[in-house]
């Protein structure tokens, strides 16, 4: 056994030994590998440098100088781009220099920014040359009289001064009122002298605004953080490779060394992997695996989950690094919150935002008195993360039953739907919620596998009480009973099923309009459907059927929802062009941007259902009503009122003003068009 245990090692030495002939002969291809890509890298980011420097000369010197083009700077950007896009590709770059690729993608963001900020200095610019190359030129071609040609030449004196020096108080010494006369004047150069004037201290701060963004934005810095800590990082790897020349040199002591530091870390893995099956990694407290552990050992325990509400927001506009930072602290300050209370029981990190903590022996109102503490506590922390402060807001829910993680997470879901409390302890009752949405989810699904997902048409009336148009609405069929799709739509969402019910209603919505030339229809749509892919690609092939179908057709778009008008208005314009009209539903039931409105070129403004209801009984409805109608009128805008519902509601909008009316009091939605 002692022979072969031997002749085992002799073995494992001389393979050990061969392999390590190969390591040395690899390792030596490797290291100029390395140093020939790492100097290729750090060339391009010096060139990067000093074309940030051409850049910003560039762009003083077409501020400076009339007659300049922006070809230069063009070239410039263009060649940053280039540098860019080289650097942004190179694999080893992002593989052996993680930490400074991070600092150069913040370099590229910068660029980003500087880049547009030289588009719009260059669109203030061009016409201020050309204001003021005529403003120069006036001089000969203007018939001034003696004292006017001084004031002209100080003028313009003043403004060269300030083009030269960027100093503010050049333009502020310039006498307006003394050019104000060349307004009216019937010399038509002189007219053109104060226009040309007007126009360049107009866009003159614009111009001014971005240069100085340009001047002092930060890509040096940015540039010069990746290029020191690219050398640092190259220096320090160049030291390691000539370390481990040395250390591969040295074969016996290496291998011998190696062997003592395996068996060294094979045992702190078997430590890691059990503190990592037990503990979360990210914030040190215990992991969900350590509260199924742990809960066993209570008799009576009473279990509360924390959740950070909104917490994905922090991810969405901070990132994920920032995110879990927050996390950690806010795990670290619950933690020592219990610690220094001296409450028994462990803090756990249960989900990505939700922590646990497990009490025993505690009464009930005790628990809430301390759970209503803590997340006041938290809720009143700056929270400091990378010079960014932030503001926690935290929701709880507490279980006494088993299971008591799931129970307190239900708890938690019911709590989120009514923002006035912070916390709440599980009942039975809650599960009710649960069977419920279950029950919805099964109901919504076979219905749009069994097609049961029904268009009605509910009609929308002129002045003189013809039918204008359909308004396109979704019903459910359940079993024999048709019931609003209205209570289904958070459970669509949730299983993602929501676009399949606005398809099937485009679908049946654009088949009536192809049978009936006469009908108009209005087709609700959600935000959510204006950015879905899907949506707009059966839009398009719909309007491609029956090109001249688009004039017949409205879509109506939920006010409240409008996060992104940009997005929302894109869409519009697109499909204006088609001819097709756009309404904003539920118009007036929050803060209402008449401004953005009008942007949108919008054809309809359907008014809110719960101004409409109370118009007989609420000053402030009627105010409001007459305020939405006034600015109808004067942006040329069709108004509508929903759920007039009463003969008196009617005869009172309609006195008021309103152009169309819709309401059960007219007429119910209904599967048939009526006279259709």
């Known amino acids: 056994m002692k022979i072969r245990s031997l002749s085992l090692k002799i073995w494992a030495i001389i393979i050990t030994g061969v392999l390590v002939i190969f390591l040395i002969i690899g390792f030596s291809f490797f290291a100029k590998s390395y140093y020939k890509n790492s100097s290729n890298i750090l060339n391009n980011?010096?060139?990067?440098?000093?074309?940030?420097?051409?850049?910003?000369?560039?762009?003083?010197?077409?501020?400076?100088?009339l007659?300049?083009?922006?070809?230069?700077?063009?070239?410039?950007?263009?060649?940053?781009?280039?540098?860019?896009?080289?650097?942004?590709?190179?694999?080893?770059?992002?593989?052996?220099?993680?930490?400074?690729?991070?600092?150069f993608e913040a370099y590229e963001n910068a660029v980003f920014n500087v880049e547009n900020?030289?588009?719009?200095?260059?669109?203030?610019?061009?016409?201020?040359?050309?204001?003021?190359?005529?403003?120069?030129?006036?001089?000969?071609?203007?018939?001034?009289?003696?004292?006017?040609?001084?004031?002209?030449?100080?003028?313009?004196?003043?403004?060269?001064?300030?083009?030269?020096?960027?100093?503010?108080?050049?333009?502020?010494?310039?006498?307006?009122?003394?050019?104000?006369?060349?307004?009216?004047?019937?010399d038509i150069y002189e007219q053109a002298f104060y226009r040309n004037l007007k126009v360049y201290l107009k866009f003159l701060p614009k111009q001014r605004f971005y240069l100085n963004r340009i001047i002092n934005s930060n890509l040096n810095e940015k540039i010069d953080n990746t290029i020191t800590a690219f050398r640092y990082k190259l220096s320090k790897n160049l030291k390691i490779f000539e370390m481990l020349s040395y250390l591969l040199v040295s074969f016996i002591i290496i291998i011998l060394s190696l062997l003592i530091i395996y068996i060294v870390r094979l045992d702190d893995k078997i430590k890691t992997i059990t503190y990592l099956l037990e503990y979360d990694s990210l914030t040190g407290l215990k992991n969900r695996f350590s509260f199924k552990k742990d809960i066993k050992k209570y008799n009576s325990p009473i279990v509360v989950i924390f959740n950070i509400d909104k917490f994905k927001n922090i991810n969405d506009y901070f990132g994920s690094n920032i995110g879990d930072k927050v996390l950690k602290e806010v795990g670290l300050f619950i933690e020592k919150y219990f610690k220094n209370k001296k409450i028994k029981g462990g803090v756990y990190r249960v989900g990505a935002d939700d922590f646990a903590f497990i009490f025993e022996n505690v009464d009930i109102n005790d628990i809430k008195s301390i759970v209503k503490d803590l997340i006041e506590q938290i809720e009143i922390k700056d929270f400091k993360i990378n010079e960014t402060i932030f503001n926690i807001s935290m929701s709880a829910g507490i279980s006494k039953k088993f299971p008591y993680l799931e129970n307190a997470d239900i708890a938690?879901?019911?709590?989120?739907?009514?923002?006035?409390?912070?916390?709440?302890?599980?009942?039975?009752?809650?599960?009710?919620?649960?069977?419920l949405n279950i029950k919805k989810s099964k109901e919504i699904k076979e219905a749009i596998d069994n097609y049961k997902i029904i268009p009605y048409y509910q009609p929308i009336f002129d002045k003189e009480g013809n039918i204008c148009k359909y308004e396109v609405l979704c019903r459910v069929k359940v079993k024999d009973e048709i019931k609003s799709i209205y209570p289904y739509l958070e459970i669509l969402k949730e299983n993602k099923l929501y676009h399949r019910v606005t398809q099937i209603i485009i679908k049946e919505a654009?088949?009536?309009?192809?049978?009936?030339?006469?009908?108009?229809?209005?087709?609700?749509?959600?935000?959510?459907?204006?950015?879905?892919?899907?949506?707009?690609?059966?839009?398009?092939?719909?309007?491609?059927?029956?090109?001249?179908?688009?004039?017949?057709?409205?879509?109506?778009?939920?006010?409240?929802?409008?996060?992104?008008?940009?997005?929302?208005?894109?869409?519009?314009?697109?499909?204006?062009?088609?001819?097709?009209?756009?309404?904003?539903?539920?118009?007036?039931?929050?803060?209402?941007?008449?401004?953005r409105i009008l942007n949108l070129d919008i054809d309809y403004l359907k008014i809110d259902g719960s101004i409409i209801k109370d118009i007989l009984y609420s000053k402030n409805s009627k105010l409001i009503l007459e305020t939405i109608i006034n600015f109808s009128k004067k942006a040329d805008k069709v108004t509508i009122a929903e759920f007039v519902e009463n003969k008196e509601i009617y005869d009172e909008v309609k006195k008021m003003g309103i152009d169309c009316f819709q309401g059960y009091y007219l007429a119910k939605p209904s599967q048939n068009l009526e006279g259709k």
């Open 117 to 186: 900020d030289i588009f719009e200095y260059l669109r203030y610019n061009q016409p201020l040359k050309n204001s003021l190359m005529y403003l120069l030129d006036s001089i000969y071609i203007a018939k001034f009289d003696k004292n006017d040609y001084k004031t002209v030449l100080h003028t313009i004196s003043l403004i060269l001064l300030y083009k030269n020096s960027l100093d503010d108080d050049f333009i502020k010494n310039i006498d307006l009122k003394k050019i104000e006369k060349f307004k009216n004047s019937n």
């Open 67 to 103: 007659y300049s083009n922006n070809d230069n700077i063009a070239k410039i950007i263009h060649h940053i781009r280039k540098l860019n896009k080289k650097i942004d590709k190179n694999v080893f770059f992002k593989k052996f220099y993680k930490n400074v690729y991070e600092k």
């Open 412 to 435: 938690l879901k019911n709590i989120k739907k009514d923002i006035k409390d912070k916390f709440i302890v599980y009942d039975n009752k809650m599960n009710k919620d649960v069977f």
């Open 510 to 595: 654009f088949n009536k309009l192809y049978s009936n030339k006469n009908l108009e229809l209005s087709i609700n749509l959600s935000v959510e459907d204006l950015l879905n892919k899907e949506i707009l690609n059966l839009i398009n092939q719909c309007f491609l059927i029956k090109k001249d179908i688009s004039k017949r057709v409205t879509f109506e778009i939920l006010e409240s929802e409008i996060d992104n008008y940009n997005e929302v208005n894109t869409f519009i314009k697109v499909l204006k062009q088609k001819g097709v009209k756009f309404a904003i539903d539920d118009f007036g039931s929050g803060y209402s941007n008449f401004n």
């Open 45 to 65: 980011l010096i060139l990067l440098k000093n074309y940030n420097n051409k850049l910003k000369y560039q762009v003083l010197y077409s501020n400076l100088f």
